[in-house]
């Protein structure tokens, strides 16, 4: 299977070391078996619970950055606090790793990870909130309300249990949110959705494709573009959006049923 289709896994909160962390070690993280990275041992698990990202490259100017943010909390970490001193530390240093991976010349970026960082959720089916406060408050440190490094222009996550297709007229990476597999669904984004609310600070939202039913999405790369379709778990197309250096336009707007 993995010969026919190579698997790229980003780690989440439910890899983390008090969790399944002993499994995501063994089984699913690329690098060779560290016992003190392991999550065997509760004393290791703040080495554990934080990894280095990697790229996988795709073509000679296209790779996949992938990031672990399996600790990635709710609220934003404040540095001058002990509490959130180490992980602001080590997302920092993790963040820091990506622009120098980002920095390749000539190469673009799709960014890969669990927790969406310009993407949303709704808890009560009214009140939208943003992506990860943690993450969004250490990426603000090291790119000023633009978060990412110039060269992403894509950014794919899951965590959230929605289909989510973004685009925004500021300069920011389209995101994909692909959580609408497997679990239980999250609760449905607004519908219109309030276009005037915007995922994280200086990030304005231009349009939103989403759904709260089971599927599943397929990336096809064209010549000069990516082809994205959002499935049913039927395997009846829902939306299909095109994807062009860092703006994602879909064929449906708002919530696709």
Known sequence: MLAAAPWVVARGNHEECRRAGQGWFRFLDPRPFDAQRSCDEASNDLLGNFTPPYSVPVSRDLQLIVFDSAVSGGAPLNPKKSRDAYAFTQFRQQFAQVDELA?????????????????????????????????????NSIHPLAYYPATVKLALHGHVHLFEAINFSSNHPATIVSGMAGDELSY??????????????????????????????????????????AYDHRGLLKTT?????????????????
Not at 188 to 209: K, W
Not at 210 to 215: A, C, L, P, T
């Open 241 to 257: 959006c095109t994807l062009a250096g860092s703006k994602l336009h879909c064929d449906k707007t708002g919530l696709v049923k």
């Open 188 to 229: 449905r984004l607004p519908d219109p959705f309030p276009v005037n609310v915007g995922p994280a600070e200086g990030v304005t939202l231009e349009s939103i494709t989403h759904s709260d039913q089971f599927g599943f999405v397929v990336m096809d790369k064209l010549e000069n573009s990516w082809q994205v379709s």
């Open 103 to 139: 920095g390749k010349p000539g190469v673009n970026s799709i960014f890969i990870n669990h927790h969406p960082i310009l993407a949303y959720a709704s808890y009560d089916r009214v009140t939208v909130r943003g992506g990860s406060p943690a993450l969004l408050s250490v990426m």
